[in-house]
């Protein structure tokens, strides 16, 4: 769905969103993220008026009733004025639920060009940029990173700068210090205090908190920081050196934390990698001092439900093997990517049950250019359908594609363009015809509506400079030019589920007279999605447009031939002849898809998800064993004979609980372990698989050395006189019942 499509969650409640009264954080689900659009360069943000064409960021603060966005490292024209940052305003208090994004005025000299932040002596050159911005009182105070050093990939100062209201061209240094710890930094003001989150080593860091006296921002040495505890239990002491993490990872480089008041939480957003999985990542808490929740990923420019790369980022012209129309001229093979999240308080809205909407800036490397996304969040609890749009309309086509009937259905202006015919039989435009031949000028054009079944238009093109256009609204979304050659063609693909139920424009234009200035396209066709077979009557038996939405590929046989199956918007069906068509989705799908689908060890679905008696989780069956999910333990498998025992236990009513891992290699002997919430089990070929509740019997055999000295577990926990005793290969443990000790022999 695109930004204009005015649909909303239908959430199916009417409860607004409450905190759990125990105190403990609220166990939110990603319910659906959804690019609103792009902000920079575009019809309504001509940034290239004010001297840009591309720029990344967008960190904002409030400012006398204006938001402000501050950007890094502007592209330019010539690369006149290359890496320079700016500032720019808006007015708007909502982002619309159709139509144009905020309109962004910045800040300008007379000649209309964008004033950029200056420091004496200090480089905020490439890679040195603005992270933050804290009005306080007239002033406003900006953080900048500096030192970049791209051999260590290093940033070595932390600067910080003020101005009077938005005057950039009287910013001054307040000071620059060295840092390894607040290089980055996210500031949250809680009455004259200022709490400052800060990451170090660029994209290595944790998070770390400081805080200090508003009036004494800009001195350094007054900031006191965060040693350990949450809550009313932090606490904080002089000296960055003696900073420990608030949040523990390694993948931190920019980041955001914003407040909330009105649901009572914290928000923490950054992107991220290894250790933890891809991503804009998000955290919160109920504290400014945490405990802060475990991450979730809310954007993953991989994963179709989250429509990132082919849909507004571009995916390498070598690996997909054809245009995406995405990219900027010279850069197809170099990857689009996510980084930078800024979350947009003033943007935030809590919809109808329940449902939390989190507006926040978002940069791609390719296009360069800032983004304006939406990720609604909901407990588990709280049913939902994402929007889906272009149900019940006609299938989308061209009328006369390949032109044999001359330019019948199409727009016209300027010169006639030339019509011929393809090695493939199908007709082709071409820019280029004689007398005139590069100096050719004009435009031809077809709107077409995309219905819910349509992925993509396909075509080819060759030629030179000229293009071809997609328009939405009078906003380009989607451009390709020629090669400069006209053999081979080169294969477009433009993916356009993200635009299902809205009219979109089809261009082909040339305004260029010079050598190369002509373009040839042609073969036009939509391609989408048919559902058939046992996977349809499985998908009309589910209501499939409501609980998995639109097709997004059509049906495909699995790479070992065996099955076959189609992928939707929320989930996908999964079909073979000895196990019939199963659904699968959300997290249980992600956790197969991370296993390797049905060529994992779990093979294919042999039931549909469905929610566990307790109510608590939901599960899918396989050929080999089975994925279960509950919002605290995440989803994990089950697989094998380990599978067997905790089903012969009872399964997660029994003393077992949920699955807490996936099944794992034993690091003492050869044999496997799966956690869960109530112990272990241990399989080897020599034992087979037996359980170990938690308790003194299982902290011991956890203890070091001991199950290397041991074995395996040749039985269970059984009675014996005083207390319970395990045996195991090569000895055996017995706990005390009065006592709670555990005695090795």
């Not at 969103?17 to 659906?32: H, N």
């Not at 900031?223 to 505890?229: D, V």
């Not at 480089?253 to 999985?277: D, H, I, Q, T």
Request: proline residues 6%; aromatic residues 12%; glycine residues 14%.
């Amino acid at each position: 769905m695109g930004a204009g499509t005015a649909e909303r969650v239908d959430s199916g409640l009417d409860a607004s969103f409450s905190l759990p009264a125990d105190g403990s954080l609220p166990a939110l689900r990603k319910l659906y993220t959804q690019h609103l659009g792009q902000l920079t360069d575009t019809k309504v943000n001509p940034s290239l008026n004010v001297g840009i064409t591309g720029t990344d960021l967008g960190v904002t603060f409030e400012r006398d009733g204006k938001l402000v966005f501050i950007f890094g490292d502007s592209w330019t024209p010539g690369g006149a004025r290359q890496d320079q940052d700016s500032i720019a305003w808006t007015t708007a208090t909502s982002v619309p639920p159709a139509g144009p994004l905020p309109k962004l005025t910045w800040v300008t000299d007379a000649n209309g060009q964008f004033v950029a932040p200056r420091l004496s002596g200090i480089n905020l050159q490439g890679m040195n940029v603005p992270m933050e911005g804290v009005p306080v009182g007239s002033k406003t105070y900006v953080f900048f990173t500096t030192g970049w050093d791209p051999s260590t990939q290093k940033y070595s100062h932390s600067v910080l700068a003020e101005m009077d209201g938005l005057n950039v061209a009287g910013m001054r240094t307040t000071h620059i210090v060295p840092s390894s710890k607040f290089i980055n930094v996210s500031v949250v003001v809680e009455g004259t205090t200022a709490f400052i989150y800060g990451s170090g080593d660029y994209r290595k860091s944790p998070v770390y908190l400081a805080k200090v006296e508003l009036a004494r921002m800009g001195d350094r040495s007054a900031w006191m920081y965060y040693r350990g505890g949450s809550g009313t239990t932090a606490t904080f002491g002089p000296g960055e050196s003696s900073a420990v993490p608030i949040v523990q990872t390694s993948c931190v480089g920019e980041l955001s934390v914003r407040k909330w008041s009105k649901v009572g939480l914290y928000f923490m957003a950054y992107n991220c990698g290894a250790p933890e999985p891809r991503g804009i990542t998000l955290r919160w808490a109920r504290s400014v001092n945490g405990p802060w929740s475990a991450p979730l990923v809310i954007f993953d420019p991989g994963k179709d439900q989250d429509r990132g790369y082919e849909h507004f980022i571009h995916a390498r012209q070598s690996v997909v093997t054809y245009d995406d129309g995405l990219s900027e001229p010279g850069r197809e093979e170099e990857w689009g990517g996510e980084y930078g999240p800024y979350l947009i308080p003033r943007y935030f809205e809590e919809e109808p049950g329940g449902v939390l909407s989190l507006v926040y800036t978002m940069s791609s490397w390719n296009p360069y250019q800032v983004h304006l996304m939406r990720t609604r969040l909901g407990l588990p609890e709280t049913p939902y359908t994402p929007p889906s749009g272009g149900v019940g309309l006609p299938r989308t086509a061209l009328t006369n594609p390949d032109f044999t009937q001359g330019f019948t259905g199409w727009g016209r202006s300027g010169d006639a363009f030339g019509i011929f015919t393809g090695g493939d039989g199908r007709g082709r435009v071409t820019t280029f015809l004689q007398p005139k031949g590069d100096g050719l000028t004009g435009a031809i054009w077809q709107d077409f509506t995309v219905d819910a079944a349509t992925r993509e238009l396909g075509f080819f093109v060759h030629g030179g400079d000229a293009q071809v256009r997609l328009l939405r609204g009078g906003e380009v979304i989607r451009t390709t030019r020629g090669r400069r050659t006209n053999s081979p063609e080169l294969p477009v693909t433009w993916t356009l589920s993200s635009y299902r139920g809205e009219t979109l424009r089809l261009l082909v234009e040339d305004t260029l007279t010079g050598p190369w200035g002509f373009v040839g396209a042609g073969a036009f066709g939509f391609r989408g999605c048919e559902v058939k077979g046992d996977i349809k009557a499985k998908y009309d038996a589910v209501n499939g447009p409501v609980l998995l939405g639109t097709c997004l590929e059509g049906e495909i046989a699995t790479p070992d031939g065996v099955g076959r199956f189609n992928h939707f918007q929320r989930g996908s069906i999964y079909w073979t002849p000895a196990t019939g068509a199963h659904v699968v989705m959300g997290s249980i799908r992600e956790k197969w898809k991370e296993l390797g689908w049905e060529v994992s060890v779990l093979g294919y679905p042999t039931t549909d998800e469905f929610t566990t008696p307790d109510g608590r989780g939901r599960y899918n069956h396989f050929q080999q064993g089975s994925i279960y999910w509950t919002p605290e333990t995440g989803a994990h498998s089950v697989q094998g004979l380990i599978h067997g025992r905790w089903a012969a236990l009872g399964w997660e009513t029994g003393f077992l609980g949920y699955p807490v891992s996936d099944e794992e290699n034993t690091s003492f002997a050869p044999g496997k372990v799966s956690r869960f919430q109530g112990g272990h089990v241990y399989f080897s070929p020599a034992t087979g698989a037996k359980a170990l509740q938690a308790g003194p019997l299982l902290t011991r055999y956890l203890q070091a050395g001991v199950a290397q000295t041991l074995g395996f577990p040749r039985t269970e926990a059984y009675a014996v006189t005083g207390g319970r005793r395990v045996d195991f290969e090569r000895g055996s443990l017995v706990e005390n019942s009065s006592t709670g000790t555990v005695s090795q022999y």
